[in-house]
């Protein structure tokens, strides 16, 4: 049975971007407004209520909000979580500070880590030992517990607790104790134990993946009393669910529970989007490019899925350097980030270059151009100046742009110091700025073994369609995508990602009969498991399907490679051998025939059915209409070097079939697609505008 109102909110950095969908007239309604930093569910129930009071409708009609963050992500950045314990097994309490013992960078000298977010004088040894194979080696010994406990709660306010003991992934028994000891001794402290939040092995992704957990438990739980409470308060009695890093929505108990996978929250549900508008339009290789106020993110998408991996760096100090961060285990999609965004302040360096982000304006007080307070130049200041924005008609004319300021922001920070022309400064800062994005992506794209000149670029958000063109002309990438409502289109993949949830179990299985066995009666109380969290969610038993993932490896590896399974009935010793050799053949070039392989990890999916029924929504603004043409706007031209005609066109009057040749813009309310001389626009019968990229 189909929901009849729901609600996508993405909260951004500079943006809020909310998608209204009517299911049964097949309508969506699309409403942007300003993050608000010191409390973001405010603009949340603000915006909640702005959307439907548009619609005619009250918070008290929509069924189902669905909602994407990066709260999390800032709080662990920024430093903002809570004081936070850790219970370590006896002799591993540096594990944290000693790390992986890799640099990654041979040559600085003054190399820096970031730190972990235990301080070692949080950190609790607690005597007990278990092997490898989860044998008892020496009893837990919870004595000394209730005194350094309370000692950390009255001397360092510590509110939440990380239970990390070695070989937990393998037997719980030892983190389960300790739990319900802390939990019967300190009923106010948060509590997360390594073997719940992801028992994988090697202690120190685990490990650091748990105190993450514990260091924001405490502020999501808190966040998302206030947003419930807000929205019960206007009047809300539908269901509320939250996007989680790996593509799937989770409840806001299971959010509560894992916060840590909320990491990559609303930059999963914009992938998710490009993947499906990739399947619809019967491309095989996609390059998802979200690119907002403070952030551009980039993702490969293959036969339709992202790629998804398990691991990935937050708080790096140096933004491309892998190792420079804090490891995290958590399934995630696999994207690279970066720094760069519509309301990045640009700066010249100390030699006298251009440089564009990390730092961004936000939404207080936000670029130049709005007028708000602000004095640095950003991406945004440059795009006004060189007329691909216009002053009267950002954000559908709701918010009035002021060219002066900009003007001004440019000229102070980087004309007046590099001595150039206003308009110079501003191209070179939408120059930097472009090119430090194919610069990222193309990194990404080696790294993952992809072709871009076979790829299609799919652009979105704010600040994507404006810079798409320009990005994938650098990248060799020939065509570019600007689907419908791309400036939203993440709030877009919030309302189609499914209710989904992962386990993950970790030790090493032979290819055997012996080892299936086990491998079987596992998986099979793990799709158990899994399945009684989506139905206790809400999803109908018979439609939850489920995907089934083992990590292998020759015995005597280190590291092992992902191999997805058809079902688990017909697998045998030669089927898993079979499948594995194809796919360490893909990655490496060459398999080992004879060798003998182990299973190391597995991974139970289960994914409940998408919302609505695939079907595409109408934008309530959409208007086939003869008068496309809005008239012509001098902008800045790469090619020429100058200021040259450009004809504008309103987005929401281009019917199907429509052609049009660059240099020209195409307006909607959220955004500005931007084509440069050579460039031919088409517009396909679902409304997505299809660019092919001049040489």
């Known amino acids: 049975m189909s929901e009849h109102f729901r609600i996508g909110v993405d909260i951004g950095g500079t943006f809020t971007d909310f998608t209204l969908f009517d299911d049964d007239e097949r309508v969506a309604r699309t409403h942007k407004r300003l993050t608000t930093p010191d409390d973001p569910s405010r603009a949340v129930i603000e915006g909640t209520g702005a959307i439907t009071a548009e619609a005619g409708l009250s918070p008290a009609d929509i069924d189902t909000i669905v909602h994407g963050t990066t709260l999390v992500t800032n709080a662990v950045i920024e430093r903002r979580g809570v004081s936070t314990a850790m219970l370590v097994t006896k002799g591993f309490r540096d594990l944290l500070d000693i790390g992986a013992e890799r640099r990654y960078d041979l040559f600085d000298l003054t190399i820096a880590f970031p730190k972990p977010v235990v301080p070692r004088a949080l950190r609790v040894e607690v005597p007990g030992r278990l092997r490898y194979d989860g044998s008892e080696v020496e009893a837990l010994d919870l004595v000394g517990v209730d005194d350094a406990l309370s000692r950390l709660v009255d001397e360092h306010g510590v509110r939440s607790v990380a239970i990390c003991f070695l070989h937990s992934h393998v037997d719980v028994r030892h983190e389960a104790a300790a739990a319900e000891f802390v939990t019967a001794r300190f009923p106010q402290l948060a509590v997360s134990t390594s073997s719940d939040i992801f028992p994988f092995v090697r202690e ?25 409470g807000g929205l019960r308060q206007a009047g809300f009695a539908g269901k509320l669910l939250v996007m989680s890093s790996s593509g799937g929505t989770l409840t806001p108990a299971m959010a509560r529970r894992y916060p840590v996978r909320l990491l990559e929250s609303g930059p999963a549900a914009g992938a998710l989007m490009s993947a499906r508008h990739g399947a619809d339009l019967g491309l095989d290789s996609v390059l998802s490019f979200d690119m907002g106020g403070t952030t551009a ?15 990935l760096e937050v708080a790096r100090v140096h933004e491309f350097r892998q190792g420079s961060g804090l490891t995290v285990k958590i399934p995630v999609l696999d994207m690279i980030e970066i720094g760069v965004g519509g309301g990045s302040i640009a700066q010249v360096d100390d030699r006298g270059l251009i440089a564009v982000g990390p730092v961004s304006a936000g939404a207080e007080p936000g670029p130049a151009c709005y007028g708000r307070g602000g004095t640095g130049a950003t991406l945004t200041d440059a795009n006004l100046l060189l007329g691909y924005l216009d002053a009267g008609s950002f954000l559908g004319g709701s918010m009035r742009l002021v060219p002066e300021a900009a003007r001004v922001a440019m000229d102070e920070n980087i004309a007046g110091p590099m001595a150039v022309e206003v308009m110079r400064a501003a191209f070179g800062v939408r ?11 193309r990194t990404h794209a080696a790294e993952q073994g992809v072709d871009l000149r076979k790829s299609v670029m799919v652009a979105f958000g704010g600040s994507g369609p404006l810079h798409g063109a320009r990005v994938a002309r650098k990248l060799g990438v020939r065509r570019l995508v600007c689907p419908n409502g791309s400036g939203v289109m993440s709030a877009f993949g919030l309302l189609s990602s499914p209710l989904a949830y992962e386990v ?47 990590d292998m490896r020759y015995r005597g590896q280190g590291y092992e490679v992902e191999v997805e399974l058809p079902g688990l009935d017909a697998c045998t010793p030669e089927t898993l051998e079979q499948a594995f050799a194809v796919v360490y053949a893909r990655t490496f070039g060459l398999a080992f025939p004879g060798q003998p392989a182990e299973i190391v990890n597995w991974k139970v999916e289960a994914i409940g059915p998408a919302p609505g029924d695939g079907t595409h929504y109408r934008l309530s603004v959409q208007r086939a209409s003869a008068a496309a043409l809005k008239g012509f706007r001098p902008a800045w031209s790469a090619d020429a070097e100058a200021m040259v005609p450009h004809a504008v066109y309103d987005r929401y009057a281009l019917a199907p079939g429509t052609e049009i040749e660059g240099p020209a813009l195409i307006e909607e309310r959220e955004s500005t697609c931007v084509l440069a001389p050579g460039d031919r626009l088409s517009v396909d019968p679902a409304l997505n505008l299809i660019i092919d990229i001049g040489a």
């Not at 596992?522 to 083992?550: K, Q, S």
Request: charged share 30%.
């Open 204 to 228: 120190l992704g685990r490990w650091t993946t748990t105190t993450l957990n514990a260091y924001v438990q405490p502020v999501v739980d808190r966040y998302l009393d206030r947003l419930e």
């Open 504 to 550: 993950v179990r970790a030790r090493r299985l032979p290819l055997d009969e012996t080892g299936l066995e086990v491998l079987r009666a596992e998986m099979a109380a793990m799709m158990e498991d899994t399945t009684a969290v989506l139905v206790a969610a809400g999803a109908p038993a018979e439609a939850i399907r489920h995907i089934v993932r083992l």
């Open 297 to 311: 993110k980039g993702c490969f998408v293959r036969n339709g899925r992202p790629l998804k991996r398990y691991d």
């Open 431 to 441: 120059e930097v700025g472009c090119e430090s994005v194919a610069r990222a992506f």
